[in-house]
T-cell receptor, first 115, second 108 residues
């Protein structure tokens, strides 16, 4: 079965550094998402992306965050200047509008640790 | 702004059916009921969804009451690999709002 792939699985960075989290969505999907989960807390929506632009973002997704689809396969989340509170598991997801947007396929996540 | 209420935890014996309840008394007419699960910090996994009719797939069955104010997810023959947090989500778009879910522990 096709799957969403995320790299790296773990990322350790120093506070103030930039990080880029990478995702390869399922190939025929057109909607892409980032969610995050702080340890012990709920899974939270960050941003959705369709047709090469952000379609919706949460209040968490401030100016320090950006997303990009640099080529036909990758979808990236950039955090410009990381803070301690950005430490979390970040999940990428994608969906196929033809099958109904509600069925999201999630990757296994990137654990980001900001020191 | 949780739209669903689920018990925080439940145990189930391996091989038996697991019935997971969810209350969504404020659901509106165009909102679907979705179920996802998360196995030990992996990415959430879609299980099933429905609008008003009962649904079944290879993973589970979803029973929605006639007034749509509650639903039950049924795992027909629970295995140890079904141990996970199960999320009931009411929504009509792609932006999923995860609550705390029900932690289901399947015991041998």
């Amino acid at each position: 079965e096709p799957e969403v792939t995320q790299t790296p699985s773990h990322q350790v960075t120093q506070m103030g550094q930039e990080v880029i989290l990478r995702c390869v969505p399922i190939s025929n999907h057109l909607y892409f998402y980032w969610y995050r989960q702080i340890l012990g807390q709920k899974v939270e929506f960050l941003v959705s992306f369709y047709n090469n632009e952000i379609s919706e973002k949460s209040e968490i997704f401030d100016d320090q965050f950006s997303v990009e689809r640099p080529d036909g396969s990758n979808f990236t989340l950039k955090i410009r200047s990381t803070k301690l509170e950005d430490s979390a598991m970040y999940f990428c997801a994608s969906s196929d509008p033809g099958a109904g947007n509600e069925k999201l396929f999630f990757g296994s996540g990137t654990q980001l640790s900001v020191l | 702004d949780a739209k669903t209420t689920q018990p925080p935890s439940m145990d189930c014996a391996e091989g038996r059916a697991a019935n997971l309840p969810c209350n969504h008394s404020t659901i509106s007419g165009n909102e679907y009921v979705y179920w996802y699960r998360q196995i030990h910090s992996q990415g959430p996994q879609y299980i099933i969804h429905g609008l008003k009719n009962n649904e079944t797939n290879e993973m589970a069955s979803l029973i929605i009451t006639e007034d749509r104010k509650s639903s039950t997810l049924i795992l027909p023959h629970a295995t140890l690999r079904d141990t996970a947090v199960y999320y009931c989500i009411v929504n009509n778009d792609y932006k999923l709002s995860f609550g705390a879910g029900t932690t289901v522990t399947v015991r041998a």
